[in-house]
């Protein structure tokens, strides 16, 4: 029930909500099966949006040239459809937004490249068992890695002339590897699993040995069930992670993470756990580094907005917690799979749902101060 905590509690009275909402710029149609995953071209203007598919596609959506990309001014300019059997489950662009990487359940990774506003496809990579569930660059483009249901996880090495080597395979997880997230600046990498844990991993000095660094969850403070989301916040000292246990829980970080030999096994530390506001299974969480809002969307077909509450109680108490801003109903006509901000605009979110269909919102209401001239 909407307003109380996993324990059967209602949650603790929070300070009042700053006023802001979602407003639907405009509804991408077009997939012929769910919509699984969203990513927004990180350069070039970010006026590139990218989808995928239970229909084998990506699908690539522009902006009008000249218009905002707030303004429903969105059409399909490709579809990316020669190269996987099956579902596309996840898409993920190269820091200079040169390469589309997709994973999908035929166990391949496709990898497409974007020169001129034309796509053509480069390689294909084997290697996992069954479903790749999900892939992720490192932020200087120089790592790849990639998940499976096989319940391992993979790192590869970008080598000159769109060539990529299987450097590490990392096996700790027990059970089928959901998703996979990068530091925004260190090559820390993050996988979340249907173990119900969260894994660290860190490269073994100047080698291409990885290692798992620390791992959150069970027993202790953690998720109790599927763990299927993590997202970072701008400087890379707090982890957000979503959960089929109805939570959000908040980690963060004092160590000095630039030491990656260290074994210091308490970097991560549980924060806060959010809870009492999803009924049904949070299969995605994105926590905007422009705006410092942390976005969820669910299986209750619902988008909510968190932010870091500033209530004089928890100043008082040292402590740190989150706030509903916003509750979306019907976001999407069934579960919200994916909910991702804009890069370069702190107002854009964009999102894919079980109806096949994509959407562009923006946040309209009041910003942080310091956001607010740059919106």
Same mark, same amino acid.
């Given at each position: 029930?909407e =307003?109380?905590?996993?324990?059967?509690?209602?949650?603790?009275?929070?300070?009042?909500?700053?006023?802001?909402s979602l407003?639907?710029?405009q509804?991408?149609?077009?997939h012929?099966?769910?919509a /699984?995953?969203v990513?927004?071209?990180?350069?070039?203007?970010?006026s590139v949006?990218?989808?995928?598919s239970?229909?084998k596609t990506?699908?690539? /959506?522009?902006?009008?040239?000249?218009?905002?990309?707030?303004?429903?001014? /969105?059409?399909?300019?490709?579809?990316?459809?020669?190269?996987?059997?099956?579902?596309?489950?996840?898409?993920?662009?190269?820091?200079?937004?040169?390469?589309?990487?997709?994973?999908?359940?035929d166990?391949?990774?496709?990898?497409w490249?974007?020169? +001129?506003?034309?796509?053509?496809f480069?390689?294909?990579?084997? $290697?996992h068992?069954?479903?790749v569930?999900?892939?992720?660059?490192?932020?200087?483009?120089?790592?790849?890695?990639?998940?499976?249901?096989?319940?391992?996880?993979?790192?590869w090495?970008?080598?000159p +002339?769109?060539e990529?080597?299987?450097?590490?395979?990392?096996? $700790?997880?027990?059970?089928?590897?959901k998703?996979?997230?990068w530091?925004?600046s260190?090559d820390?990498?993050?996988?979340?699993?249907?173990?119900?844990?969260i894994k660290?991993w860190?490269?073994?000095?100047?080698?291409d040995?990885?290692?798992?660094?620390?791992?959150? =969850?069970?027993?202790?403070?953690?998720?109790?069930?599927?763990? /299927?989301?993590?997202s970072?916040n701008a400087?890379?000292?707090?982890?957000?992670?979503?959960?089929?246990?109805?939570?959000?829980?908040?980690?963060?970080?004092?160590?000095?993470?630039?030491?990656?030999?260290?074994d210091?096994?308490?970097?991560?530390?549980?924060?806060?756990?959010?809870?009492g506001?999803?009924?049904?299974t949070?299969?995605s969480?994105?926590?905007?580094?422009?705006?410092?809002?942390?976005?969820? =969307?669910? $299986?209750?077909?619902?988008?909510?907005?968190?932010?870091?509450s500033?209530?004089?109680?928890?100043?008082?108490? +040292?402590?740190q917690?989150?706030?509903?801003?916003?509750?979306?109903?019907?976001?999407h006509?069934?579960?919200?799979?994916?909910?991702?901000?804009?890069p370069k605009?702190?107002?854009l979110?964009?999102?894919?749902?079980?109806?096949?269909?994509?959407k562009?919102?923006?946040?309209?209401?009041?910003?942080p101060p310091?956001?607010?001239?740059?919106?």
């Amino acid at each position: 029930m909407e =307003g109380v905590t996993a324990t059967g509690e209602a949650p603790p009275a929070r300070s009042p909500s700053p006023g802001v909402s979602l407003r639907l710029v405009q509804e991408l149609e077009g997939h012929e099966d769910r919509a /699984w995953g969203v990513a927004w071209r990180p350069c070039g203007g970010s006026s590139v949006l990218a989808s995928c598919s239970g229909d084998k596609t990506v699908r690539i /959506w522009e902006h009008a040239s000249g218009s905002s990309p707030a303004s429903a001014t /969105w059409a399909c300019k490709a579809v990316l459809d020669s190269s996987h059997t099956r579902t596309v489950r996840q898409i993920s662009w190269s820091p200079n937004g040169d390469m589309l990487a997709s994973a999908s359940f035929d166990a391949t990774i496709g990898m497409w490249e974007y020169v +001129g506003g034309d796509f053509s496809f480069i390689a294909s990579f084997e $290697g996992h068992e069954n479903e790749v569930k999900s892939v992720a660059w490192n932020s200087a483009g120089t790592l790849m890695a990639s998940c499976s249901r096989d319940k391992s996880v993979w790192i590869w090495e970008v080598l000159p +002339g769109h060539e990529f080597e299987c450097v590490s395979v990392l096996n $700790g997880h027990t059970q089928d590897v959901k998703m996979l997230v990068w530091h925004p600046s260190l090559d820390i990498l993050v996988s979340t699993s249907y173990d119900n844990t969260i894994k660290v991993w860190t490269e073994d000095g100047d080698g291409d040995d990885w290692h798992c660094a620390q791992t959150l =969850g069970p027993p202790g403070r953690g998720h109790t069930s599927t763990v /299927w989301s993590a997202s970072f916040n701008a400087t890379g000292d707090c982890l957000v992670t979503s959960s089929d246990d109805l939570t959000l829980i908040v980690w963060d970080t004092s160590a000095d993470l630039t030491n990656s030999g260290s074994d210091d096994s308490a970097k991560w530390k549980h924060l806060t756990t959010i809870s009492g506001y999803h009924d049904r299974t949070i299969f995605s969480v994105n926590w905007s580094r422009l705006n410092g809002f942390i976005a969820s =969307g669910a $299986g209750d077909d619902c988008i909510r907005i968190f932010v870091e509450s500033e209530s004089q109680e928890s100043a008082q108490e +040292g402590s740190q917690s989150y706030e509903l801003v916003h509750k979306h109903e019907k976001a999407h006509t069934a579960d919200v799979n994916c909910v991702q901000w804009h890069p370069k605009d702190p107002r854009l979110l964009a999102s894919a749902g079980d109806d096949g269909v994509v959407k562009i919102w923006e946040l309209v209401g009041e910003l942080p101060p310091a956001l607010s001239a740059t919106s």
